[in-house]
């Protein structure tokens, strides 16, 4: 069904029950003019939403009713018992209206003009002096005419012989039986027909004993709460018969407590009330009189059943309704399906959960330290309850982040309008659902951004014609899961950021000095827009630009535990990415324990657990940690992991300590920042917990390595650590620019991590520092000289079974003359080669850039690491020396079938280290490669009538990424066919998705030399395949 | 407290007539507290360290399902620290709305004062007293300073001069 139409009949249905209620208390005290406002309100609504949805039935009889409660507001009429009878029964008419409307979606057919008439009578009746007395200006009225009438409906226009004729008319059946409760008000009292206290008290008692034995009642009825029973029966009954319709109400549904009992059980339950009163010497059309007032309970008890089942009603619930194929009880359905609840409720209910959560994790602990407890099972359930209760809470909680996006086309357009431009708005993935507490919090950045995008990203129709874009500017919002985290995408393709527009305003502001500037990274720069108290508008326009823009956008996001990072291209335009955690709540923890301190790590981050066994301990197949100079790594599934010792990074221990304890088996949590995967050492692992996150104190906002702190299950409090933090903490004692402000550091550093690479540092022969790239050395190893033989005039040790040769590093160094060599094994394929080394000095994690191209064989050129100039060793010239076949070994030796006219590669990659690092290995793998460091200028080589087999790009470039590279290429151009892989450091799922969605054929990460050959080789053969 | 009379004068305690203050021992030196700025007096209670943090954080607590950050106040007014071994207690004061836990050797008693005992810090007294002390009251046989609760965890507005 229609959405619309669905909330339609959910709200329409909950006004007319108000209604229902009110103008019975109006009846009591006409007086109150509250009440009468009220239910004018609700009326009028609901005549307004029926006139808009284009209800010509429903809306007429509404509009009939408001014009007779109009007049009582006005004073014009008197409240009469008549007058609110005709309404009510106006009420049951859009009741029916509605009922039809959810089982067809169309209005039923019938004729309302009888009912129409006398509310109109009523309406004249009283207001034949105050003509004027017109008091709504009612637009919607205008065009709705009741097609069926053929006259527009307000009250003055009808003449009273017409309406005294539709009363002659159409009196039909169906109107008396429709007669509301309420109109039966003014009957003759019930209690006393019935034969007063006496007998109500005999029939209750006989009434709830037989419930306990009648087949299919007894079951909603405990036959060991009978005396309750009978109480609640004597009141009803009571309560009924002497027309207090409200007690009635309260009594009814507190008379089953059991789910399930619907209108059957409730026409069971009838019979049997009828049976026993006749019984009990009740007139037997005494007793259907009494019946038939039952039926005003009936919804309530039925309702009270169903509430029963189901406590809550969340979103969910209600789409579910809609999907529900029409059926008979539909009105009953629709009401229970959904039901509103204000949201403090829900806010109660999520802190007392959270409470309940804890105090359980409490029990479980308690539990746990006692053996055998009977305890056991019913805390198991206790558990799982509570789980359930729990994530059933949370979903109460979830709304599609749609809804926050709801305003923003809106906004969007106006913005058009006001600034003059040609924008449009896309909105991807607008059902992804988050907790509606950070829906709220990301309303308004989200707003604030769009805005941005729209007046500062997004250029003129004149400009982006000049720029060479579509006159149609473009803003993107994307919206999706990922790892417990939300991520949402704002992207433009607008002017972008301009550096230097921003260093000039960074100068103004005194932010930073020019010093500082140069140093940055334009990525750096463009950062600063995060800064309080920045706006980059040349002019204030209305719209944005009043300089608490973004640094307010990012303290709203950050306080709800959220990132923001931006990427933006001068001329392409900006990408703001934000990252959101799903809820603020709860979270699963894993508590460890380093110093006899416990901490909690949330477990999203935690990729996996790995237990290292101390040196002395360790077996053949055991992790265990090894020592490059002062750096501890980890070798894991052929990769080398970075570690951080929590101890250090805490302050325990320093790092001399730490290596002089004896027998440690250290357990080592594998976690995952962005791109940049370490270790984090800690002393214990204890188990996951679910824990509460609380914010730290103002004080320690500053300390990154905590994310917030909470209260464990045993009452401690613990801290919760970032590995955020963690590894910026890690990273920053490389680094070293302490100088930084806080919070911009570690944003430089969360956007810079990903760009750099992890740079193994030796020195052989020479007094300078080399480094190779960590990821290509295999293995670290200490080689006993005197285990190194030589043969044929090379050097030779055997390792693993086999043969290894050993190269010099250099040429004038010497191998030592005793103890143990340090060498850094390389792996192609079959070839194992050891390259000897003098000394490991440190494994850094720096942006590589090639400063100097060398010409030296061996080495690719110079680059500054570690603030030392570095030279960058190129493997394959020492592969080539210990393996004088190793070059000639690809074009023989692979079976995949190369050709001697070589494959024609083009590498793109704004990397020279990258560039200079892969020609050469795919020289050697026999591919003719020719080499450009930018997407332009590879799109160039295809003006100029270049054509290549093979395109290998990387994804990371400035101005045109990899992504919109290969879309280019896609997009029917000369290369549209050409085979194109992806080369990147991103290789996330999501990341590879991406590529293969922009056109690429292959995704490989960087530095995995092995894949991308294979890969290489691999879609040379569909192509040669195919052809 | 009666507010009987304000005096122009407003360098020196504006309001006339009897303040109450909770008076705590630190190293030997009694200060007064003001007893509507006090929560809680909480007796030795497990304190979880923070470390990295600044040294006069002593760690957060756990009151009554609240997480209060503890400040030893022996550091933050360059007091030597605790011997080994001695048990601290708190007394809990809030500030804007967040609870902290001011960690002092013993509590005692809590005394009504009239003001026309206070006086002002006499200037050569110890900057970082008197960053955080509104005055003195003279007690019969000792001085008692009073501390300003708002001034003594005003870290943010510290953080940002420094």
């Known amino acids: 069904m229609d959405d619309l139409l669905n909330e339609f009949l959910t709200e329409t249905g909950e006004a007319i029950d108000v209604v229902d209620v009110e103008l019975v208390k109006l009846e009591q005290d006409p007086n109150n003019k509250e009440v009468l406002d009220n239910i004018f309100r609700l009326v009028h609504t609901i005549k307004g939403t029926c006139g808009f949805l284009g209800l010509p039935r429903l809306e007429s009889v509404a509009h009939a009713s408001e014009n007779v409660l109009g007049k009582f507001r006005d004073g014009e009429l008197q409240v009469s018992e008549g007058a609110v009878t005709v309404i009510l029964e106006s009420l049951d008419r859009i009741k029916e209206i509605l009922s039809g409307l959810e089982a067809t979606e169309e209005e039923p057919e019938g004729d309302d003009s009888e009912l129409i008439g006398r509310l109109d009578v009523i309406a004249e009746g009283g207001a034949a002096e105050a003509e004027t007395a017109e008091d709504e200006p009612d637009t919607v009225d205008g065009e709705i005419i009741d097609p069926t009438l053929g006259r527009s409906l307000k009250a003055g226009e009808v003449s009273l012989e017409e309406l005294e004729a539709a009363f002659a008319n159409a009196p039909g059946p169906e109107e008396a039986a429709s007669e509301t409760p309420a109109a039966d008000n003014s009957g003759q009292n019930l209690f006393e027909r019935v034969g007063g206290e006496d007998t109500i008290a005999v029939a209750a008692h006989l009434i709830s004993q037989r419930l306990g034995n009648e087949d299919g009642l007894s079951k909603f009825f405990d036959a060991a709460q009978q005396d309750q029973r009978k109480a609640q029966f004597t009141g009803l009954m009571m309560a009924l018969f002497k027309d207090n319709i409200d007690a009635a109400d309260n009594v009814g549904r507190q008379l089953v407590t059991v789910s399930g009992f619907g209108e059957a059980q409730f026409d069971a339950m009838l019979k049997l009330v009828k049976e026993i009163l006749v019984e009990c010497q009740v007139d037997s059309d005494v007793a259907d009189e009494a019946i038939m007032i039952f039926e005003l309970v009936r919804e309530a008890v039925i309702n009270a059943s169903k509430e029963v089942a189901k406590p809550k009603v969340n979103k969910a619930g209600r789409s579910a309704a809609s999907n529900e194929p029409s059926g008979a009880a539909k009105e009953t359905r629709r009401t229970n399906q959904s039901i509103r609840v204000s949201v403090d409720l829900l806010e109660d209910l999520m802190n007392m959960v959270s409470e309940l959560v804890l105090t359980r994790n409490q029990l479980l602990q308690i539990t746990r330290n006692i053996d055998n407890s009977e305890l056991g099972v019913p805390l198991q359930r206790l558990s799982q309850c509570t789980t359930e209760l729990q994530e059933n809470v949370m979903k109460t909680r979830m709304q599609p982040i749609g809804n926050a996006w709801a305003k923003l086309p809106r906004i969007v357009r106006d913005l058009t309008v006001e600034l003059d431009k040609k924008i449009e708005l896309e909105m991807i993935g607008a059902d992804t659902e988050l907790d509606r507490q950070v829906l709220e919090l990301i309303k308004d950045p989200l707003t604030h951004m769009v805005r941005n995008s729209a007046d500062h990203g997004i250029e003129t129709p004149a400009e982006r014609i000049a720029a060479g874009k579509p006159e149609h500017g473009t803003i993107e919002l994307n919206a999706f899961h990922e790892g417990g985290h939300i991520i949402i995408e704002i992207k433009d393709d607008g002017r972008g950021i301009s550096a230097d527009k921003l260093s000039g305003k960074i100068l103004e502001k005194g932010l930073a000095s020019e010093g500082e500037l140069a140093d940055m990274s334009e990525a750096q720069i463009q950062k600063f827009i995060f800064h309080p108290g920045f706006s980059t508008a040349e002019t204030v326009t209305s719209v944005s630009g009043r300089g608490v823009g973004m640094d307010v956008v990012r303290s709203n996001i950050e306080k709800i535990g959220g990132t923001i990072d931006m990427v933006s291209t001068v001329g392409k335009g900006s990408n703001f990415a934000i990252k959101i955690p799903l809820t603020l709540a709860i979270v699963a923890g894993l508590i460890v324990k380093a110093n006899e301190e416990r901490y909690a790590i949330p477990q999203i981050s935690v990729l996996e657990l790995v237990r290292a066994a101390s040196k002395e301990n360790a077996g053949e197949n055991d992790h265990k940690i090894e020592m490059i100079k002062d750096t501890p790594v980890l070798r894991l599934r052929n990769r080398l992991l970075p570690l951080v010792y929590l101890n250090e990074v805490l302050g325990f221990n320093t790092r001399e300590e730490i290596d002089a304890r004896e027998n440690a088996d250290d357990f080592i949590i594998v976690s995952q920042v962005g791109a940049f995967t370490f270790g984090i050492v800690v002393d214990q692992v204890f188990d996951t917990e679910e824990i509460v996150v609380k914010p730290v104190a103002p004080i320690l906002k500053s300390l990154d390595i905590y994310s917030g702190n909470t209260i464990l299950g045993d009452g401690s409090v613990i801290m919760i650590l970032d590995p955020n933090g963690i590894a910026s903490l890690a990273n920053s004692g490389v680094t070293d620019n302490a100088t930084e402000d806080e919070a911009e550091k570690e944003h430089v550093r969360r956007s810079t991590v990903n760009e750099k690479e992890s740079m193994l540092v030796f020195r052989a022969g020479q007094e300078h520092q080399r480094a190779v790239p960590l990821s290509l050395v295999a293995r670290l190893e200490e080689i006993d000289v005197s285990n190194v033989e030589k043969s044929d005039g090379r050097l030779m040790v055997q390792y693993r079974g086999a043969l290894m040769p050993l190269v010099l590093a250099d040429k004038e160094m010497t191998l030592r003359t005793d103890g143990r060599q340090p060498v850094l094994v390389f792996t192609d394929r079959q070839f194992t080669m050891g390259l000897a080394v003098d000394e490991i000095l440190d494994i850094v994690e720096e942006q590589l850039d090639i400063k100097l191209a060398s010409d030296r064989p061996g080495a690719v050129g110079s680059a500054i690491i570690n603030g030392k100039a570095s030279e960058v060793i190129d493997v394959t010239h020492y592969l080539a020396l210990a393996f004088p076949d190793w070059l000639g070994s690809k074009d023989t030796s692979d079976e995949t079938g190369f050709k001697t006219d070589a494959e024609r590669i083009l590498v793109v990659d704004d990397s020279d280290f990258f560039r200079n690092m892969l020609r050469p290995i795919l020289t050697v793998a026999g591919y003719q490669v020719t080499t450009v460091n930018s997407a332009a200028a590879a799109l160039h080589l295809m003006e100029e009538g270049e054509m290549f087999d093979l395109i290998i790009s990387d994804v990371e470039m400035p101005d045109m990424n990899g992504f919109e590279f290969a879309e280019t290429i896609r997009d029917g151009s000369r290369w549209e066919n050409v085979q194109l892989v992806a080369l990147s450091s991103l290789s996330s799922e999501r990341d590879i998705n991406r590529g293969f969605e922009a056109g690429f054929d292959d995704y490989v990460a960087k530095f995995d030399k092995q894949t991308l050959l294979r890969s290489l080789a691999q879609q040379f053969k569909i192509e040669g395949d195919a052809a | ?162």
């Open chain 2, 1 to 162: 407290m009666n507010d009987l009379v304000v005096r122009n004068n407003t360098t020196e305690m504006a309001v006339v007539g009897k303040q109450d203050f909770v008076t705590v021992m630190l190293d030997g030196q009694i200060l007064g507290i003001p007893v509507l700025a006090v929560h809680d007096v909480l007796n030795a209670q497990q304190i979880t360290k923070i470390p990295k943090a600044q040294d006069w954080v002593a760690g957060v607590l756990n009151l009554r399902g609240r997480i209060v950050t503890a400040i030893d106040l022996r550091r933050r007014l360059g007091l030597p620290p605790n011997e080994e071994g001695e048990k601290s207690m708190s007394v809990v004061v809030e500030h804007n709305e967040e609870p902290y836990s001011l960690q002092i050797d013993k509590v005692g008693e809590v005394l009504s004062l009239e003001d026309q005992l206070f006086e002002k810090n006499p200037v050569t007294l110890d900057p970082r007293w008197r960053e955080v002390s509104n005055g003195i009251y003279r007690l019969k046989d000792q001085l008692l300073p009073i501390l300003d609760v708002d001034r003594l965890l005003a870290f943010e507005s510290n953080n940002k001069a420094a």
